[in-house]
């Protein structure tokens, strides 16, 4: 498989890589979302973390890790990059063609922008039930 | 330490040329240049010389008689000749109606062993796909037990291709010649790295390649028992009737004279070879498994071809780790690379999880492979484990206690 330059670069350097604390500390704070997609027989898992700030709505870090193939921990990297800054309903308009399109990604690998798409929702749905109760 | 990049260790898929080999090949394109079938010239003569010196050279390696050895373009011929060839042969009824005879085989045997096999079974054959124990062998009893009154054939590998592990070759060949069932063994990674004797190992019918035992590529060889029993086929083929009408077609004469070569040196080193492979091999493993948790070698450790060696890595998966060690050449269990999402169904058939069967290398090592070389991948590997499994939450829930197989996964 021959990748991009930018899928390459993403992973030998991925952004923000990392937790914001142990699955459970995770579960309990208020101003964590976070989306764990994927499965490990289908040979890719995302977790995207984000850290939103509760008044202005803002997430202002993101994190995560990925169990996957190159595309997928790329995909998941520029989703960091692209939520930080963002508010929630920002982060919702994130499209995985975007990501295809970004990173050049080649048909069989499509279904990495999708997980990288569906981790984004899957973190902040995960935040608005928070803060819903 | 000094190696040079990119490192080749994926000589299970396929070897480079001995230059001893290309040596003897190179005056069959432009001076030995004839058809060895033209019986009424010199150039057909010494052509004709060349063919039967590299069957005599076949033969010695395997322990048959030159008679017994037809030319085929590769292994993927010789299965397929073999089994189509035997089950039409030996077939109960004629085409067209079903029960035409059972066949036994196993799930994990090469692509180029089941597809033939799922072909007679659109042609009327039953066919018994065998599951191997989580060593991944297959024994003489699991043979014992799947034979039936109306059983004409048992393909079995010799050792599989993706682990090295070896079958009860010659056990399950005794028990055939009792049964008076045809017995074919894709030999095509055995041959050329351990002894071979098709008289006393109990082979009916042997397929091998040249290019896995440092022959060109496009030739191989099948074996076909001559006596005690006596072995027919229907041809694949048909034409001038080459190969005693079981092979049509002019000989690839360049490609035999190499194929003949390769064995002659096989013969010459493979002993010295085994040894020094395990060592390599040996070290290689200890290394990896004293560097990281969560490894497991594939396969029953004790039987194996030497130069092989099938690892999982938890919670890392195959493609990335391949990209991780671009500069080192070896094959990944999970089938992803090649666009299809599926994990080895060699690993799956011995039980291996999808997760591990995701996860997992082989590395298989050749005459040229050296110390410097297996210390520098395993340094690599090891550092590229490492890098993943810092960057996977599967790695992080392993370490916080929590059963991975629990969760539920929104399968995709």
Request: glycine residues 8%.
């Amino acid at each position: 498989m021959a990748y991009g330059e930018k899928v390459i670069d993403h992973y030998e350097n991925p952004r923000n890589v990392g937790t914001f604390g142990t699955q459970k500390e995770i579960k309990e704070s208020a101003e964590i979302g976070v989306g764990l997609v994927g499965a490990p027989e289908c040979g890719d898992v995302m977790q995207l973390q984000i850290k939103v700030n509760d008044s202005t709505g803002v997430i202002e870090d993101a994190k995560f890790k990925c169990f996957g193939c190159g595309s997928a921990i790329a995909s998941s990297s520029l989703a960091t990059e692209w939520l930080k800054g963002k508010s929630l309903d920002e982060g919702l308009e994130i499209k995985n063609t975007e990501i295809v399109e970004e990173l050049s990604l080649p048909p069989v690998k499509i279904h990495c922008s999708v997980l990288a798409e569906d981790a984004i929702k899957a973190a902040i749905s995960d935040y608005k039930a928070k803060h819903n109760n | 330490m000094s190696v040079t990049l990119p490192m080749y260790l994926d000589h299970a898929a396929t070897t480079p040329c001995d230059p001893r080999v290309v040596e003897a090949m190179m005056p069959y394109f432009t001076e030995t240049f004839g058809n060895p079938g033209s019986r009424n010239h010199s150039y057909g003569w010494a052509a004709e010389k060349g063919v039967s010196t590299a069957r005599q050279q076949i033969a010695d390696l395997i322990g048959a008689d030159s008679k017994e050895i037809i030319f085929t373009s590769g292994s993927t011929e010789s299965n397929n000749l073999a089994i189509k060839g035997a089950a039409n042969m030996y077939a109960k009824k004629p085409a067209g109606e079903t029960g035409r005879g059972h066949i036994i085989t196993a799930i994990h045997e090469h692509k180029a062993v089941l597809d033939p096999c799922k072909r007679l079974e659109k042609d009327g054959f039953d066919v018994t796909y065998l599951a191997p124990g989580p060593d991944g062998l297959i024994t003489r009893a699991m043979i014992e037990d799947a034979l039936r009154e109306d059983t004409i054939l048992v393909t079995i590998m010799w050792a599989n291709n993706e682990l090295g592990t070896i079958n009860e070759i010659p056990e399950i060949g005794e028990l055939c010649h009792s049964k008076n069932v045809v017995f074919h063994t894709d030999a095509t990674q055995w041959v050329g790295k351990m002894p071979t004797n098709v008289k006393t190992d109990n082979i009916d019918l042997l397929s091998l390649s040249g290019h896995k035992m440092y022959g060109p590529k496009g030739v191989g060889a099948l074996y076909v028992r001559r006596r005690k029993p006596r072995i027919r086929l229907t041809a694949l083929q048909e034409g001038g009737g080459q190969e005693r009408g079981f092979r049509s077609g002019t000989l690839n004469v360049t490609g035999i004279v190499g194929l003949g070569k390769a064995c002659e040196l096989c013969a010459q080193t493979m002993d010295d070879e085994r040894e020094r492979l395990l060592v390599l091999r040996n070290e290689l493993e200890s290394k990896i498994e004293n560097a990281l948790d969560v490894v497991q070698v594939n396969g029953a450790r004790d039987r194996r071809l030497t130069h092989i060696t099938n690892i999982s890595f938890g919670f890392v998966e195959g493609e990335s780790l391949m990209m991780a060690i671009k500069e080192i050449a070896v094959s990944s269990g999970s089938a992803c690379t090649s666009a299809s999402l599926e994990p080895s169904y060699v690993l799956k058939a011995l039980g291996v999880g999808d997760d591990l069967a995701h996860s997992s290398l082989r590395i298989s090592m050749g005459r040229w492979t050296t110390k410097e070389q297996i210390d520098y991948a395993a340094d690599k590997i090891i550092e590229a484990v490492k890098k993943l499994r810092d960057l996977s939450p599967l790695y992080d829930m392993h370490n916080e206690g929590i059963d991975i197989s629990k969760i539920e996964w929104a399968a995709h």
